[in-house]
């Protein structure tokens, strides 16, 4: 009786061990050998957190009743933090391939006559090579969408690599990594909420959610307007994290609720103002000033929810309305994609911003009284 007790007690010790050393291995820490009863304890306490701390983000459910408020605290953050608890690891699929595109074929004919086609005839031809290279592959999706419309998809495919082509003209095609997206669209609001769930997040007042460690997103499917919106700004966080890294919440989320509204128009990307945060294209609530945003980091989860979001959104199309905003957010991006384990210091943002736009808190506060304009690309 005493050896079968000695041999369970063992069994739990060795299985204790192993699930610390798992969970040692998947957050990048280091086990301390000299003191190895006090480090089993404290891998054993991480390992219970990060049951429920892998780090995500999620978007809020635009329709939300007032009886479902109350019945949550007004506090509640339904907007988990982006974490840097876990080892970090690049998930791009490496550089965005190119296609050359574009040569020119010439020839003259019997009478004299000069010809130029971009479509080979059948004889010999001289070729003029426009040198004009095209991106080619952004992205591997993977969507699945039960019972749903394979126009979705399509569409969804569109405004993705208008995404890209943006970011393209932010930072240079040269600087992009093609994305692996994995996101899954469900019909059913229990089939959602058990999916979150199951992968330690809380569903409660949320339309998706995006995993950074398994870098997959569950949205809802309320209606196919408001689910392209929240795949758009859901599939945007995958981008960020395999492009840029980790970044400021600000940023992130600011650029996941800016392409929200994205559309293409012939070779043109349109990006229309956020309407969740806008009234007849002006700004429907008070907003934090950019230099106060950005100091902002840590208090998302016990914040105003909506006004970060207003925030961060606005202070990302202001920063796009203008060719130097866009040249301060390219800076801040390749910086990023330089330290893609760490996010730039409150401090090094605020000196960027200040180098480049010294005039910043007077020109931001005159840009918000003033209709916002449509962007186009």
């Given at each position: 009786?005493?050896?079968?007790?000695?041999?369970?007690?063992?069994v739990?010790?060795?299985?204790?061990?192993a699930?610390?050393?798992?969970?040692?291995h998947?957050?990048?820490?280091?086990?301390?050998?000299?003191?190895?009863?006090?480090?089993?304890?404290?891998?054993?306490?991480?390992?219970?957190?990060?049951?429920?701390?892998?780090?995500?983000?999620t978007?809020?459910?635009?329709?939300?009743?007032?009886?479902?408020?109350?019945?949550?605290?007004?506090s509640?953050d339904?907007?988990?933090?982006?974490?840097?608890?876990?080892?970090?690891?690049?998930?791009?699929?490496?550089?965005?391939?190119?296609?050359?595109?574009?040569?020119?074929?010439?020839?003259?004919?019997?009478?004299?006559?000069?010809?130029?086609?971009?479509?080979?005839?059948?004889?010999?031809?001289?070729?003029?090579?426009?040198?004009?290279?095209?991106?080619l592959?952004?992205?591997?999706?993977?969507?699945?969408?039960?019972?749903?419309?394979?126009?979705?998809n399509?569409?969804?495919?569109?405004?993705?690599?208008?995404?890209?082509?943006?970011?393209?003209?932010?930072?240079?095609?040269?600087a992009?990594?093609?994305?692996?997206?994995?996101?899954?669209?469900?019909?059913?609001?229990?089939?959602?909420e058990?999916?979150?769930?199951?992968?330690?997040?809380?569903?409660?007042?949320?339309a998706?959610?995006?995993?950074?460690?398994?870098?997959?997103?569950?949205?809802?499917?309320?209606?196919?307007?408001?689910?392209?919106?929240?795949?758009?700004?859901?599939?945007?966080?995958?981008?960020?994290?395999?492009?840029?890294?980790?970044?400021?919440?600000?940023?992130n989320?600011?650029?996941?609720?800016y392409?929200?509204?994205?559309?293409?128009?012939?070779?043109?990307?349109?990006?229309?103002?956020?309407?969740?945060?806008?009234?007849?294209?002006?700004?429907?609530?008070?907003?934090?000033?950019?230099?106060?945003?950005?100091g902002?980091?840590?208090?998302w989860?016990?914040?105003?929810?909506?006004?970060?979001?207003?925030?961060?959104?606005?202070?990302?199309?202001?920063?796009?309305?203008?060719?130097?905003?866009?040249?301060?957010?390219?800076?801040?991006?390749?910086?990023?994609?330089?330290?893609?384990?760490?996010?730039?210091?409150?401090?090094?943002?605020?000196?960027?911003?200040?180098?480049?736009?010294?005039?910043?808190?007077?020109?931001?506060?005159?840009?918000?009284?003033?209709?916002?304009?449509?962007?186009?690309?």
């Open positions: 009786m005493f050896k079968t007790k000695l041999r369970v007690v063992f739990f010790f060795v299985l204790l061990v699930s610390a050393l798992i969970a040692n998947f957050t990048g820490r280091v086990f301390n050998y000299n003191d190895p009863i006090g480090e089993v304890k404290r891998l054993y306490n991480s390992l219970a957190l990060q049951i429920v701390t892998e780090p995500i983000n978007k809020q459910s635009k329709k939300v009743s007032t009886t479902r408020l109350q019945k949550t605290l007004a509640a339904n907007h988990l933090f982006q974490a840097n608890n876990t080892r970090c690891a690049d998930i791009s699929l490496g550089e965005v391939k190119y296609k050359r595109n574009g040569d020119i074929f010439t020839w003259t004919d019997s009478d004299g006559v000069p010809h130029f086609s971009d479509k080979k005839p059948d004889f010999a031809v001289a070729t003029y090579s426009t040198g004009f290279a095209e991106p592959d952004y992205f591997e999706l993977t969507l699945k969408t039960p019972n749903l419309p394979s126009s979705f399509q569409e969804l495919r569109i405004k993705l690599n208008t995404v890209f082509k943006v970011y393209g003209q932010i930072i240079g095609v040269h992009l990594k093609k994305v692996k997206l994995n996101l899954t669209v469900l019909a059913k609001r229990r089939a959602y058990a999916a979150i769930k199951q992968r330690g997040g809380e569903p409660i007042n949320t998706g959610m995006y995993f950074h460690a398994s870098n997959s997103a569950f949205i809802h499917y309320d209606n196919a307007h408001s689910a392209m919106r929240t795949s758009v700004h859901e599939a945007v966080h995958a981008i960020n994290k395999a492009v840029l890294g980790y970044t400021p919440r600000w940023l989320e600011g650029f996941a609720e392409f929200e509204l994205t559309k293409n128009n012939m070779q043109t990307a349109v990006v229309e103002p956020n309407r969740s945060w806008t009234t007849n294209s002006s700004i429907a609530k008070s907003v934090f000033t950019i230099n106060w945003l950005i902002l980091e840590d208090t989860q016990k914040g105003d929810n909506s006004k970060l979001y207003a925030s961060s959104w606005a202070a990302i199309y202001f920063l796009m309305d203008t060719q130097a905003g866009r040249a301060l957010l390219k800076n801040i991006m390749l910086a990023e994609q330089q330290s893609p384990c760490s996010k730039l210091s409150e401090q090094k943002l605020k000196k960027m911003l200040y180098t480049q736009l010294p005039n910043l808190k007077r020109e931001y506060s005159q840009w918000l009284k003033i209709p916002f304009k449509v962007h186009n690309f």
